[in-house]
């Protein structure tokens, strides 16, 4: 049985391990990349000097060759015949398959800046354009985006002694993973730290004469000598199309991880999948659901009809001291109204702890500092659908069984203090 891969990343790779070994099976990567599987989340600290550039790498090509493996690098696929089931490279080369696999992620989107195309402008999604940011030499640096990433590369350029800027088009930063009081506490983080942070500002024009000398935004204007893209991924439907696959904001996939189209399966960040907690459609780009969307779809071909739960959040973010954490849903992403969540809070100094809760079950939390430590157990109640929330305040008529979380109760007046002081407007 021929499987073919399309994506050289984590989902692809892990695919590709686990189909390893197996008899009949000839097993295919076509990767776009220059290299073997590598960890996206890394680069920023290789930019920045944490780690060599050799500790980006989960494997090497011996790998592949032990293990049976053809890596195909530098061979974008651009379309998909699902009739003859065979797909072709943008070389023009073409490769069978009975089981095929969609894995290639997705692509950064690209703002439609005036002078975005200039000398100094970079981005950190890929090996290649972390190498040329980590040899830009630059002085000055400007972040477009403030998502985990562009936050750890912010980190990563002010390691190299540069002076920088984040500009974010939304009101606080890490809107994906924090709500408004959290971002805001990590924005003070990061200009206690000497990098400035401008939320609720566009960026207009990137200025110079083919090489970059500053940013004009819709308030100001910055002069810089670099500027770092770092505006969020699309998922790559576009490919998917090529052969009539469903897509919505990614590739539409069943609980099997299988496409619309019999005989291709797709995982990682190109697809869109229901919430595990919630149900909600969305996408869900994160390494640890592409790894368990792999493992669906490998154990699929097998015959074995694993069925997959759902995508959900947990993302760390991580600059110099400060280290947060958010899991589940934020109320920005909640579908529901506002009205009826509850919302449950503590803050110490700059440590702090955000609980979502609907109908007294937690759907979502955000922790910084030492309540990072914490967010384990909570986020094992968001699993379990329980009802936690008049243990969390200390309401509770008595202590649930050990199986709960009778460690969150402090003297009786729960984790959060005073129950008359736990709502919090939204």
């Known amino acids: 049985m021929k499987i073919l891969i399309i994506g050289g990343g984590i989902a692809g790779n892990e695919v590709a391990a686990l189909l390893a070994g197996q ?27 944490v780690i060599s550039r050799n500790a980006v790498f989960r494997k090497n090509r011996s790998f592949y060759e032990k293990a049976g493996i053809k890596l195909v690098l530098d061979s974008p696929v651009v379309t998909i015949n699902s009739t003859l089931k065979t797909v072709t490279t943008i070389r023009g ?28 402008v970079f981005s950190c999604k890929s090996l290649d354009e ?43 930063i890490l809107p994906a993973l924090f709500d408004e009081p959290g971002g805001r506490l990590m924005e003070r983080a990061l200009a206690d730290l000497g990098i400035r942070v401008f939320t609720s500002e566009r960026v207009q024009t990137i200025t110079g004469n083919g090489k970059v000398s500053g940013v004009v935004t819709d308030r100001r204007e910055i002069p810089c000598d670099t500027v770092v893209i770092a505006t969020g991924v699309i998922p790559g439907k576009a490919l998917a199309e090529t052969a009539g696959l469903a897509t919505g904001r990614g590739i539409l996939v069943d609980d099997r991880m299988s496409t619309s189209v019999e005989d291709i399966y797709a995982c990682g960040d190109c697809v869109e999948t229901p919430d595990a907690c919630t149900g909600e459609l969305g996408l869900y780009q994160l390494k640890h659901n592409a790894i368990d969307q792999a493992r669906v779809v490998a154990r699929n071909i097998l015959g074995r009809e694993i069925r997959y739960p759902g995508g959900y959040v947990f993302a760390r973010v991580h600059f110099f001291d400060t280290h947060g954490v958010t899991f589940g849903k934020s109320v920005r992403s909640l579908s529901c109204e506002p009205s009826s969540l509850r919302i449950m ?6 440590d702090y702890l955000r609980i979502i809760l609907k109908d007294e079950m937690i759907v979502g ?27 969390l305040n200390g309401s509770a008529e008595k202590t649930p069984p050990l199986s709960s979380f009778p460690w969150l109760r402090r003297g009786g007046s729960g984790l959060f203090g005073s129950p008359g002081d736990l709502n919090r407007p939204l």
């Not at 990567?29 to 890394?42: T, V």
């Not at 986020?379 to 929330?389: F, H, N």
């Open 93 to 120: 080369e073409e490769y069978p398959y009975d089981r095929l696999v969609l894995a290639h992620g997705g692509s950064l989107f690209i703002p439609p800046i005036p002078g975005i195309d200039q000398q100094g």
């Open 23 to 49: 008899n009949g099976m000839e097993l295919t990567i076509l990767s776009a990349e220059s290299h073997p599987e590598y960890d996206p989340c890394s680069l920023p600290y290789y930019v920045g000097g």
């Open 130 to 172: 972390a190498d040329r940011l980590a040899g830009g030499g630059g002085g000055r640096a400007v972040v477009i985006g403030s998502g985990a990433i562009g936050v750890e590369v912010a980190e990563a350029l002010k390691r190299r002694d540069c002076e920088v800027t984040i500009v974010e088009v939304l009101p606080w």
């Open 345 to 350: 809070e503590t803050t110490k100094d700059r």
């Open 365 to 391: 939390g955000q922790a910084i500092g030492r309540f990072a430590d914490l967010t384990g157990p909570l986020m094992a109640a968001m699993w379990r659908r329980e009802k936690v929330g008049p243990l």
